[in-house]
């Protein structure tokens, strides 16, 4: 039902393709359907599919329209006229509509914020990968939490600094900086450091504040302007504990950030993939080096080859492998490494560790055509690992197991590791 028409315009409805009526700003009542990625549920006003923040599946909610697109809207629940059995009111302020875009779940409960992100993979590994219900069924996925609870455990935040040199977190979708005083799932210790408005602190000269707290107890600051890091409190150089291992990286380079992230993803990797001694191993998009090095505990005398193109990452993991001298590290990216042989199979096992927007058709095809026995696929991204999957299955292989794992509390990121073995 139409609530309110309050620009009276009906031509940006129009031009962007969206029925006449609905109009950007404003609010209508409608039913909450079932999750989709990004943080959204799905529900329908006359037929028109709106995406709903704020929102949880059953709900009757007044929602605000926030954008209009060819054939769908975005909208937020300002108001929940019947509420969901797993709604809680969200621990901070900044987490509702309008506001901060970082969590998107603060409004549900612990355990339903994991049913959530089970259905969103299940949706996608349906209507992306192509498997069965039965198939995704036998492979019994349940995204599984970290210790350590629900808030205070993100230990590296990026805060964006606006106009007046404040730091703060962007709006969803937008660009805009929401000045904040605290942000509840950063670590203790980078929730105590003087860098947001209440301190007094002001950034004139920075776009992005970043803020580390390692597992191996530093926690520095970094100003970045133009896309250059300034390092302004606490060590340059950071120390991570992990994988039985010390790794050494600047405070500006790329750590998993749930403290208990990178040994839980070593051991679902290991777990799954069973390397076993004087197998060769490629470790594609391999950051630092952490599965490089997990990989050459497991495998002996045999090589490792990690392939990385950043070269922060390339320089992190040259230095923090240097005592593992059958790891080879090739800097490159992976789809040029790969058809330009600069690293060849056969190849016994592979781990594949993609950036959020997938490995692509490309890569996978090489992957096969080098004849592992197994691959061992670490998504950040349900579709993308999904469209990937549906190319391994197009090649005759098959998604044998899959863990899913709760990194990001209270936002709808989940992340992802698969089995993926060829034909018998």
Known sequence: MTVADPTGARSAAAAAGVRPGLEEAERVELTVGAVAP???????????????????????????????????????????????????????????????????????????????????????LTRLGGLTDAEIDRLGVRVEPLPGGSLGWRSRVRYAVDGAGRAGLLKHRSHEVVPIDRCLIAHPAIQELPVLAPSGARWPDADAVETVASTGGGVSVTAIADGVPTPVSGPPVVREVAAGRDWSLPASGFWQVHPAAADTLVGAVLELLDPRPGESAWDLYGGAGLFAAALAGRVGDARVTLVESSEQGVTAARENLADLPRVEVVAARVEAALARRRVTGPVDVVVLDPPRSGAGGQVVRDIVAARPRAVAYVACDPAAFARDVRTFTGLGWRLAALRGFDLFPMTQHVELVGLLLPPA
């Not at 549920?41 to 909610?61: K, M, N, T, Y």
């Not at 697109?69 to 309008?98: Q, W």
């Not at 549900?108 to 259905?119: G, I, S, T, Y």
């Open 38 to 124: 990004g943080g959204h549920c799905v529900a329908r006003v006359d037929g028109q599919v709106v995406f709903v923040r704020h929102a949880l599946p059953g709900e009757r909610v007044l929602a605000e329209v926030t954008e209009l697109h060819r054939g769908f809207a975005r909208a937020d629940a300002v108001e929940v006229l019947t509420a969901s059995a797993d709604r809680v009111e969200p621990p901070c302020p900044y987490a509702k509509p309008g506001r901060c875009g970082g969590c998107d779940l603060q409004h549900v409960a612990p355990e339903a914020q994991l049913d959530w992100k089970n259905a969103v993979v299940r949706e996608q």
